[in-house]
T-cell receptor, first 112, second 114 residues
């Protein structure tokens, strides 16, 4: 059974710092991996999607990497801003290509 | 529509009552998913629909939960004889197709069972 783990559970950093969020999964037979952002009381916003054949994806200040063989992904946020404060969720789709399996999330707080 | 729409945004009900939650996916998206987010369990998959295929119901927690998707568009999640442990945020998502496509989420329905 696929399990997704995110470390750390919470992170507080001063504005301007670069930071890395970690995600690991137990079964490397994944179809793709998605990173999401969730603001309090809101739904999920997709940040990046990495196909299983890809190594990384970039969008603005965000860069996500995928090492399928070791079951790991990282989300790198450059020059963090208070507006980046949210919960970041990692999720994988298995080779059946359907449902997302989520980690518990990392709650990020960026202090001005 | 512009995004995934869910209604109601909040629902308060009494234990034992039935509730219906609605999801209107992005136009043209063939795949539709229901997830549940609760404090103790995080985000968990419930059910998904793909075109005319039989739905994947493997995540439904009990036979009190059911869902349908009419005409390949709007979906309704029904919870019968609600229990307090059903209290959660129910999220709907849609994607262009199953597999390698981004899933777009609605804002969710917050269900509170008293």
């Amino acid at each position: 059974k696929q399990e997704v783990t995110q470390i750390p559970a919470a992170l507080s950093v001063p504005e301007g710092e670069n930071l890395v969020l970690n995600c690991s999964f137990t079964d490397s037979a994944i179809y793709n991996l998605q990173w999401f952002r969730q603001d309090p009381g809101k739904g999920l916003t997709s940040l990046l999607l990495i196909q299983s054949s890809q190594r990384e994806q970039t969008s603005g200040r965000l860069n996500a990497s995928l090492d399928k063989s070791s079951g790991r992904s990282t989300l790198y946020i450059a020059a963090s801003q208070p507006g980046d404060s949210a919960t970041y969720l990692c999720a994988v789709i298995d080779n059946q290509g359907g449902k997302l399996i989520f980690g518990q999330g990392t709650e990020l707080s960026v202090k001005p | 529509g512009a995004g995934v729409s869910q209604s109601p945004s909040n629902k308060v009900t009494e234990k034992g009552k039935d509730v219906e939650l609605r999801c209107d996916p992005i136009s043209g998206h063939t795949a539709l998913y229901w997830y549940r987010q609760s404090l103790g369990q995080g985000l968990e998959f419930l059910i998904y629909f793909q075109g005319n295929s039989a739905p994947d119901k493997s995540g439904l927690p009990s036979d009190r939960f059911s869902a349908e998707r009419t005409g390949g568009s709007v979906s309704t999640l029904t919870i019968q004889r609600t229990q307090q442990e059903d209290s959660a945020v129910y999220l709907c998502a849609s994607s262009l197709d199953r597999g390698g496509y981004i899933q777009y989420f609605g804002a969710g329905t917050r269900l509170s069972v008293l």
